[in-house]
């Protein structure tokens, strides 16, 4: 029995078929951000005047360093092994990476390496055959976590800083979005501007990441071309790619998913795979693992092949 048919019968026992405590926190964040930040700017237009620009900063670094935490270190890294990365590159992941409130490392790896295993099929966490919404979102409404075993990564059980992460991972998420960002704001302007911190720097930045991250779920198994693998539901988006640091290009990813890119061609946009290119020329990262090009032009070869077959 598959651990996926084993919570299904353990929340069918219990009487417990939502979990309330995930599904509270993404309808919760929701609900500020969608609320908290139109009152914050009509109620303190005078003071969000003035310090729009720290706003606006602030806003971007948060979203680039947890969005981009997680395409780098919880995607790339942890979940495929795309490369070796030295303790300061993991620590900022793990740090970063928490503040996009999508679990641990090690409990979002457990999930997306499911996800490749057995895309578009029942224990697929977030199967595209379910519907947009579920794949979306809807599948974390009703996601019990199995704690332990975590039995297709053990190889980041062994990893202290990983366990380290996942045993504060709430103190760590908790801190980074909703206790430095009205510090800070505190710091730059005052006590509104640490409130208009909180809203924006804090819920609509965690709100924004975790629906750029679900789209790769959604839109990306949705709408886009399918050069590399005609027979699974991954796409090609240069549009999801723009918000999602370069992970829109999932058709590619899907059929190699040990590459560090996914935006293959020199010429699309994933800052996720120069960021490793980068880190890589000052020795951060090591091991960079790439797909010979002659197999990726065979891939591509195939798809032609099947499609002209077709007609
Ligand atoms: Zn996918
Ligand atoms: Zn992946």
Same mark, same amino acid.
């Given at each position: 029995m598959t651990d996926a048919e084993l919570l299904e019968i353990e929340a069918k026992k219990s009487g417990k078929r939502i979990n309330y405590y995930i599904s509270g926190f993404l309808v919760g964040t929701a609900v500020v951000a969608m609320i908290g930040v139109p009152w914050y700017l009509v109620a303190y237009w005078e003071d969000f005047k003035a310090h729009w620009g720290f706003h606006l900063l602030y806003f971007s670094i948060m979203f680039w360093f947890a969005a981009g935490s997680i395409t780098l270190g919880y995607h790339r890294l942890f979940s495929h092994l795309s490369f070796k990365a030295s303790w300061p590159v993991k620590l900022f992941t793990l740090i970063f990476g928490a503040a996009a409130f999508e679990g641990s490392a090690i409990e979002w790896t457990t999930d997306h390496r499911e996800h490749h295993k057995h895309v578009d099929h029942d224990e697929d966490p977030y199967n595209i055959n379910k519907g947009f919404f579920w794949a979306h979102i809807g599948w974390l409404f009703v996601k019990f976590r199995i704690d332990p075993p975590f039995d297709n990564a053990k190889d980041l059980l062994q990893d202290k800083m990983v366990m380290w992460q996942h045993r504060h991972f709430v103190t760590i998420a908790v801190i980074t979005s909703f206790v430095i960002p009205p510090l800070i704001g505190w710091w730059w302007g005052g006590p509104i501007t640490a409130l208009g911190a909180f809203l924006i720097g804090g819920f609509l930045r965690v709100v924004a990441v975790q629906h750029a991250t679900f789209a790769i779920n959604s839109l990306c198994h949705y709408i886009? @071309?399918?050069?590399? @693998? @005609?027979?699974?539901?991954a796409r090609d988006s240069w549009f999801v790619a723009l918000v999602t640091f370069g992970e829109g290009y999932h058709n590619f990813h899907h059929t190699f998913q040990h590459d560090y890119r996914n935006g293959v061609k020199p010429w699309q946009f994933d800052p996720t795979k120069w960021t490793v290119w980068i880190l890589n020329k000052f020795g951060l990262v090591t091991d960079v693992r790439r797909v010979p090009d002659q197999k990726i032009k065979e891939a591509q070869e195939a798809v032609r092949q099947r499609q002209l077959a077709a007609k």
């Open positions: 886009g @071309d399918r050069p590399y @693998d @005609d027979k699974v539901s």
